[in-house]
Nanobody
Framework: QVQLVESGGGVVQAGGSLRLSCVASGGTFSSHRVAWFRQAPGKGRDFVSAISQGSSITHYADSVKDRFTISRDNAKSTVYLQMNNLKPEDTAVYYC?????????????????????WGQGTQVTVSS
């Protein structure tokens, strides 16, 4: 069974940066598309970013475009989310998710229901 473990969360001031990591074990990492979702207290789980198996396709929520960058290193079975110019509204638990199926349509990347495997989450807190 595929397992995903997030790390890199913490507390940062507005305008600062963090880099989240998602390390996968089990299965074949290179065959999985991977996404980041986040959930703020009392809120639903929202799409943040996604990347295809070979990094040929990436997607970002409008709220994080030009600030966040997703990347992956298949040799290390790791996906990264570089978060720059963080804002208080970015405060949330960030979850890594993956699915072993290639898709072209954006809807498959941005919907939580399209991912089978999930990590435990890592807390990101941005203070103003």
């Amino acid at each position: 069974q595929v397992q995903l473990v997030e790390s890199g969360g913490g507390v940062v001031q507005a305008g600062g940066s963090l880099r989240l990591s998602c390390v996968a074990s089990g299965g074949t990492f290179s065959s999985h598309r991977v996404a980041w979702f986040r959930q703020a207290p009392g809120k639903g789980r929202d799409f943040v970013s996604a990347i295809s198996q070979g990094s040929s396709i990436t997607h970002y929520a409008d709220s994080v475009k030009d600030r966040f960058t997703i990347s992956r290193d298949n040799a290390k079975s790791t996906v990264y989310l570089q978060m720059n110019n963080l804002k208080p509204e970015d405060t949330a638990v960030y979850y890594c998710a993956s699915q072993n199926r290639f898709e072209n349509n954006r809807s498959y990347y941005t919907s939580a229901g399209q991912y089978r495997y999930w990590g435990q989450g890592t807390q990101v807190t941005v203070s103003s």
